[in-house]
């Protein structure tokens, strides 16, 4: 049962260190100025917060950039997903699974953890659920 290694108590130093690293130097940290979209998503378990802005253009994450606080696997789970999110459709931004976090994690990640990790996947989905549904009332006229 790979499902209860943690990268804290793994032998898998390859990967934690990649954990670590993007913990150390996140990729896409900041703020985007003229955001089309964003999002604040909370771990209330671990105390994890994450805030995501997107730039929008033609269907496709021009940018992205994220804000946060709180433990190493939160933090570098969204620094790695910014990175594989940007420049993408938005439904690819959509459909991203918790599997797909794993898979960049190139480690399993514990019941506990798995929280952490989609958090800021979780962010994502929202800010683009919002955006759209903005679009739409936009579309229509509603303020
Ligand atoms: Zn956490």
Known sequence: MSENLDPGYTGEGMYRENIIDHYKNPHNKGSIEDADAQFTENNATCGDVITVQLKVKDGIV?????QGRGCAISQAAMSMLTGEIKGKSLEKAKSVKRGDIVGMFGIEIGPVRTKCATLGMV?????????ELKKVSVKEGVK
């Open 62 to 66: 021009k940018d992205i950039k994220f």
């Open 123 to 131: 962010a994502v989905k929202n800010a683009i659920k919002e955006f």
